[in-house]
């Protein structure tokens, strides 16, 4: 369930796996690190699916040495981070936050 009453509409492609993962700095699109027992990792997936944003999903339980890549990005340890193709992040973003994010990203 998508929560802070906002209003999802922008239509995109599917997501990419993990194997597809872009390089730490700049990624050629959207990665988000997180794992699926964090409620706020579910949440913005699902705000990133309902609107059909393509990304890279970094799952920490499944590829753990990869948690060290979204530390050093953000320097949080805090999940989910995602990281836009710009270089810029987001850690643990409300839905507005998110979905404002994506809007200023053209995505």
């Known amino acids: 369930m998508i929560s802070d009453d906002l209003v999802i509409d922008a239509p995109a492609a599917p997501p990419a796996t ?3 993962a872009p390089t730490l700095a700049r990624p050629e699109q959207l ?9 706020d990792c579910r949440r913005s997936k ?4 309902v609107r059909r ?3 890279v999903y970094v799952d920490l339980v499944a590829e753990p040495h ?6 050093a990005l953000t320097g ?3 999940i989910p981070v995602l990281v836009f ?3 810029s992040q987001l850690v643990e973003p409300t839905n507005v936050e998110l ?3 994506l809007d200023r990203s053209g995505l």
């Open 85 to 87: 193709p710009d270089g």
């Open 18 to 20: 993990a194997g597809d």
């Open 99 to 101: 979905c404002a994010k």
């Open 31 to 39: 990665t988000v690190y997180g794992a699926e027992w964090c409620r």
């Open 53 to 55: 944003v393509r990304y």
């Open 76 to 78: 949080h340890k805090t």
């Open 66 to 71: 990869r948690a060290d890549e979204a530390e």
């Open 46 to 49: 699902a705000v990133l699916d």
